[in-house]
């Protein structure tokens, strides 16, 4: 190996090695906002997304969000002390995929040729599962803001609440498979 000569022949190891992954995620997007005399707004989105990364009868998700809110300060006659006060609520849902290389075997050469010919194996050590799902993360809040005395006090108080449906888990398995993980979902 000669320093600075950047030729095939130059090379400590004959047999390259590159490592490739793509995945790509397609979305739709929309969104709508409403207001009511100034104290009361709505606003609406929904999100459709394909996953380069999940089988094709699992790739696609849509999933929407809405928030609702009412200034209530604004609407009502309230006493001159409170000088603001809100109350809102919203539901939200997101999506996610478990990445490239999850469906799929995934193959190498071997690092040391075998008759000067590279061996091919299966490299990776997560068991292919063809059955994933796209995550999908349910949130819900409702919340008050409340302002006394021209904002000189005032509180915040929030209730939040999450649930995940096909969460995409990683678990070992017995060295025995050949493998040393599965992922699979967590309902």
């Not at 459709?48 to 929407?64: E, G």
Request: net charge negative.
């Amino acid at each position: 190996m000669n320093p600075g000569i950047y030729t095939f022949n130059n090379l400590a190891a004959k047999t390259p090695s590159t490592g490739v992954t793509t995945q790509r995620t397609n979305s739709l997007f929309g969104s709508a906002e409403f207001s009511w005399d100034k104290y009361l707004y709505l606003t609406l989105t929904a999100r459709d997304d394909w996953f380069s990364t999940l089988p094709a009868s699992n790739d696609n998700l849509v999933y929407p969000s809405a928030a609702l809110s009412f200034v209530f300060s604004d609407a009502l006659s309230l006493p001159s002390w409170i000088s603001s006060g809100k109350l809102r609520a919203s539901t939200a849902q997101v999506s996610g995929d478990p990445g490239a290389g999850q469906l799929d075997l995934s193959y190498a050469l071997s690092p040391t040729p075998y008759n000067s010919n590279p061996l091919e194996y299966i490299s990776g050590s997560n068991i292919p599962n063809k059955n994933l799902k796209p995550l999908l993360s349910t949130d819900y809040e409702i919340g008050l803001e409340m302002g006394f005395w021209n904002e000189r006090a005032g509180f915040e108080a929030n209730y939040y609440d999450r649930s995940v449906k096909n969460d995409i888990v990683t678990a070992s398995v017995s060295g025995a498979t050949g493998y040393s993980h599965c992922r699979g979902e967590h309902r």
